[in-house]
């Protein structure tokens, strides 16, 4: 099947700094992406929903301005936490959609904030 | 708006037990369903699926029957091996709009030897 990356898949920062995860589907062009958030023994929660070339549409809740979701080509798409706090440590998981409409999950990446 | 339950667990059983794990589901419209495993440590794996109306999803002796009557999409395997120790999410897509999955809460799956 079709392959997902994310990196890293595992992160700590300190506060107020800015972390990138990226996300890459590896054998297939991505039309659609799809960040998700997991908080421990709950489901995944939608955060966004990115387009290659276009801006990504956020759920409502979620800051547009602190994490920042950039889909510059059909392989890659990265999500940026800008001045992470505590509160934003969290299980960041991406996932890629081709032409076929089925999503492609990656790993996850476990986002800590000291 | 679309939402899925699932069972709360962990779900503890004996190796070559039989599993059920409910979920239930309500739409706004014909959704397709899935099933999710989340093995430890790694990335969500679709299971199974189904598209229509009694249509039977099945793959690695899992199987699960869309059931339009009672909105439900049941997992259900026969014997439980220890290999199967994950977390299973039922999940929704509506073929409209942004067409994103909505996820149940997850079941977490122990099988003991």
């Known amino acids: 099947g079709a392959v997902v990356s994310q990196h890293p898949s595992r992160v700590i920062c300190k506060s107020g700094t800015s972390v990138k995860i990226e996300c890459r589907s590896l054998?297939?062009?991505?039309?659609?992406m799809f960040w998700y958030r997991q908080f421990p023994k709950q489901s995944l929660m939608l955060m966004a929903t990115s387009n290659e070339g276009s801006k990504a549409t956020y759920e409502q809740g979620v800051e547009k301005d602190k994490f920042l979701i950039n889909h510059a080509s059909l392989t890659l798409s990265t999500l940026t936490v800008t001045s992470a706090h505590p509160e934003d440590s969290s299980f960041y998981i991406c996932s890629a959609r081709g032409e076929s409409y089925e999503q492609y999950f990656g790993p996850g990446t476990r986002l800590t904030v000291t | 708006g679309n939402s899925v339950t699932q069972m709360e667990g962990p779900v503890t059983l004996s190796e070559e037990a039989f599993l059920t794990i409910n979920c239930t589901y309500t739409a706004t419209g014909y959704p397709s369903l899935f099933w999710y495993v989340q093995y430890p440590g790694e990335g969500l794996q679709l299971l199974l699926k189904?598209?229509?109306?009694?249509d039977k999803g099945s793959n690695k002796g899992f199987e699960a029957t869309y059931r339009k009557e009672t909105t439900s999409f049941h997992l259900e395997k026969g014997s439980v091996q220890v290999s199967d120790s994950a977390v299973y999410f039922c999940?929704?897509?509506?073929?409209?709009?942004?067409?994103?999955?909505?996820f149940g809460s997850g079941t977490r799956l122990q099988v003991q030897p």
């Open positions: 054998d297939f062009q991505a039309t659609t």
């Open positions: 189904a598209t229509k109306a009694d």
């Open positions: 999940a929704l897509i509506l073929y409209t709009g942004r067409r994103a999955l909505t």
